[in-house]
């Protein structure tokens, strides 16, 4: 019998300083130290007295800590993987101890460069450093120590989520026992570094972005709501937007030979565009989408080698990619299961089948469900017999 | 044996006023009455005493009446299809007289937002009538009738061009004897529309936009260079970006850690919408854009059923269709060739694998060539016949 799914309730973000004002730094992968850290993060469900059930949840570009739960009161502010992660979910919080935490250069209450530097008493902007998928997985790291947790059970997140669970595997193979990569490639393609570079063009050429300076004055809002427009394109796929939008129109029965935003696709973009300016900084969006772009870890680990890079992980490996998704394609994940198989490494492959796009690893999770709780299931009676 | 190839030569582009100031106009798809309209088209070969042997040629969203051969000197300014017309290419000047003109909303000569509207003695800007590829297609066949040319032996295009190529077939049937479609669809996908609609979105919100009134102050060159950077994304494909840029560096042999355009699909993008900037009109980006959007031939003529407006095709019919491209997909050119031969029409179809995407059909000309000119050949010889 299936066991009937919950919710983890009421739930809040909490806030630590890992690295400690003008005394601790972090060297990070552009070779300056940096500090002040604080990280923004939450967790789900009881970590056990071993210590040995702890799943850390990466997000995405645009996700923040609270991954489950609500804030405030039951119904409010729902996480951004609430579907996933609770009692009798793929990641089953009645068994295992969920961290979420903000990515190092986020906007959500992890250091960004919308934070204070305390050395000027001004936010950052432009001046906040260059980071890398690894530096975020660094300060992820420091955050795993100070919750006293040795080796994490699993690693899990799609899109930039999934790139820093690969990331783990290879920076830290002997802290992390699973790792599970959904929608999310080895290296970014030169067509997604196209997409990110023309998003970044237009927040940085927005008249209000002044080089990063725009923190309580008028932000680039022109820029920032184009660069999600064009993400959004992205993140669906050719059949989603038959199925969902079609070549209706918004509100009139024909065309009204104007420039209102008349077909329905428009208006859906339109919407989510401004959505994002109310809630997203725009220096992150910059800040992580480079990030993303420099992400190929065949150049960080193997010297341009897929294989040679993967070599180093000692982890479970799962791969997730889905049929549609053209922004990181199952190609990609291919390549990574292909080099994980010729290694003779631990690692399962899964192309789920749909029309979600990129979109998938947060849609269709029901096709994802089964195959989560099996793999993090099957990785804890490992651990646990190996003891 | 194969025959040599040649140029055209040194031409010129020629302006005709084909709807009369004040006195004529012609009725456009909106309802409205427009008028006058002066047109800029260049013509190659010769036109045969029985007036049989005229190709259309019709351009896409950034071309120009100057499809061959050179303006000024020989080498110099190269037409944007030589390549394809000329002495023993794809479409043969010596058998044939080709005609190419810019399209009504151009900004290359023919009337568009940028031309000086009579009644106010300003340009027209955004009161520009909002047009359709059925609106541009009707002066076509003006300038067609102006040059004393009965009925066409062929009307081809690639891309928008394709959408004109089609629509003649459906508006004009009694008037052209064949027509090529090249990677171009019979109604515009949700997905097109999107990408359309953020580089609108990018003009109309670029402060210097003014409301279409910018003309001689300064452009929205920024929204226009975002609108051509997505533009040129959807012209290439995943593979030609890996095989033309890959993830190199443009000058530095390691990452610079700055926004710099670092990676050589960047450098290339923002190269690209630097360049259009300086050649192209904003509102004509706006106005061509909208006219792709609005198409959709079978809404416009079979109530929304592909084979109903098909029904009224009298001419020959070639489909082109190129692998890689994911803008007009050859799913969509199937569509087409599929409700044609369901009708018994006479259509050939060719998918052409390429990886050059969509931008295809204007590099992929050694693979065209033949099928092209064969396909005139064959309807030249027909026509002659049944004479």
Redesign the interface.
């Known amino acids: 019998m299936k066991k009937k799914k919950g919710s983890v309730g009421i739930v809040e973000t909490k806030y630590v300083e890992l690295v400690k004002d003008k005394k601790e730094y972090i060297k990070l992968?552009?070779?300056k130290d940096f500090g002040p850290i604080t990280v923004a993060y939450e967790t789900y469900g009881n970590l056990n007295r071993e210590k040995t059930n702890a799943v850390l949840v990466c997000h995405a570009l645009s996700g923040t800590a609270h991954a489950a739960g609500y804030h405030g009161n039951i119904g409010n502010n729902v996480g951004w993987w609430d579907e996933a992660i609770g009692p009798g979910k793929a990641i089953d919080t009645d068994k295992y101890f969920v961290v979420c935490s903000n990515v190092l250069g986020g906007c959500a209450g992890t250091t960004g460069p919308s934070s204070i530097n305390p050395q000027t008493g001004k936010p950052y902007g432009?001046s906040f450093?260059?980071i890398t998928i690894g530096d975020m997985v660094k300060v992820q790291k420091l955050l795993i120590d100070y919750l006293g947790i040795p080796k994490l059970l699993g690693v899990i997140g799609g899109s930039m989520g999934g790139m820093q669970a690969l990331e783990w595997a290879l920076r830290y193979p002997d802290s992390v026992c699973s790792s599970i990569v959904i929608a999310a490639p080895a290296?970014?393609?030169?067509?997604s570094?196209?997409?990110d570079?023309?998003g970044?063009?237009?927040i940085?050429?927005?008249?209000n972005w002044n080089k990063g300076d725009y923190y309580g004055k008028s932000v680039p809002s022109?820029g920032l709501?184009?660069a999600r427009?064009?993400g959004h394109?992205t993140y669906?796929s050719?059949e989603a937007?038959?199925r969902?939008?079609?070549?209706r129109l918004q509100s009139k029965n024909q065309?009204g030979?104007?420039?209102s935003?008349e077909?329905?696709?428009?208006s859906y973009?339109?919407y989510q565009?401004n959505k994002f300016v109310e809630r997203f900084d725009a220096n992150t969006y910059?800040y992580v989408t480079?990030a993303m772009?420099?992400f190929?870890v065949a150049?960080s680990y193997g010297e341009g080698n897929l294989e040679k890079a993967m070599e180093r992980i000692k982890s479970r490996m799962l791969i997730l990619s889905f049929t549609s998704d053209?922004l990181f394609?199952p190609y990609q994940s291919w390549e990574m299961v292909s080099a994980l198989l010729k290694l003779k490494k631990d690692v399962s492959y899964f192309n789920i089948e749909t029309d979600c796009g990129h979109d998938a690893f947060l849609l269709e999770i029901e096709k994802e469900e089964e195959i989560i709780s099996s793999f993090l299931d099957a990785t804890f009676s490992n651990m646990e017999k190996s003891r």
Chains 1, 2 share one sequence.
Do not use: T
Request: a negative charge; proline letters at 5%; charged letters at 30%.
């Open positions: 992968d552009c070779g432009a450093p260059v290296r970014l393609s030169p067509q570094i196209a997409f570079a023309v970044r063009n237009a940085i050429r927005d008249e022109v709501s184009i427009m064009i394109i669906l050719d937007m038959h969902k939008f079609g070549r065309l030979f104007d420039f935003k077909f329905q696709v428009e973009l339109d565009g910059l480079k772009d420099y190929d150049m053209w394609p």
